[in-house]
């Protein structure tokens, strides 16, 4: 059975780097990795995605290696604010079943 | 512009019972996937619907059924209600499909509660 796993949780201080892995073992070859964070009581917001390689956006890296059986979402520089959990989705099998790994609970500390 | 929206934000059903939950996608967004969030867990995809034809289905019962309307909005609804079902329901809408893309747009949710 595929599965999407990340690590539970993660604590960091303002200011550094966090990089969180996903791993995927079932990725649909055609689709993208996409990252999101949700804070508590809304829904996810889309942070970023990517084939493969890396891409880069205003606010986070995406590192995704050649068999793309996982991905690392990189946060620069991390503020109190980023204290969220951060979910990889992918398309599995065919490309017709989204599954999100089970977040990653990031604590930003002082 | 506005978001994602859905109604109800909370509701209480009985077990047994029929729930419909609405959403209304982006403005020129097509599709429309539902996705069911028990507290402390990953959302889990329960339907992906684009032209008002269904395009990915999770593993959920039958139970859960979904359309979505020549306006794009879509309804899910869900039958014969357990206590298991009491979740935080998840609209999200995108411009479309089949691109490789999973770039969604979230509402707020639907709390359902069972009782």
């Known amino acids: 059975l595929a599965k999407t796993t990340q690590p539970i949780s993660m604590d960091s201080y303002e200011g550094q780097e966090v990089n969180i892995t996903c791993s995927h073992n079932n990725i649909a070859t055609n689709d993208y990795i996409t990252w999101y964070q949700q804070f508590p009581s809304q829904g996810p917001r889309f942070i970023i995605q990517g084939y493969k390689t890396k891409v880069t956006n205003e606010v986070a890296s995406l590192f995704i290696p050649a068999d793309r059986k996982s991905s690392t979402l990189s946060l620069p520089r991390v503020s109190l604010s980023d204290t969220a959990v951060y979910y990889c989705l992918v398309a599995e099998g065919a490309g017709n079943m989204l599954t999100f790994g089970g977040g990653t609970r990031l604590m930003v500390k002082p | ?114 009782t």
Request: with cysteine.
């Open chain 2, 1 to 114: 512009d506005a978001g994602v929206t859905q109604s109800p934000t909370h509701l209480i059903k009985t077990r047994g019972q029929q729930v419909t939950l609405r959403c209304s996608p982006i403005s020129g967004h097509k599709s429309v996937s539902w996705y069911q969030q028990v507290l402390g867990q990953g959302p889990q995809f329960i339907f992906q619907y684009y032209e008002k034809e269904e395009r990915g289905r999770g593993n959920f019962p039958d139970r859960f059924s979904a359309r979505q309307f020549p306006n794009y909005s879509s309804e899910l609804n869900v039958n014969a209600l357990l206590l298991g079902d009491s979740a935080l329901y998840l609209c999200a809408s995108s411009h479309g499909v089949g691109d490789g893309s999973y770039e969604q747009y979230f509402g707020p949710g639907t709390r359902l509660t069972v």
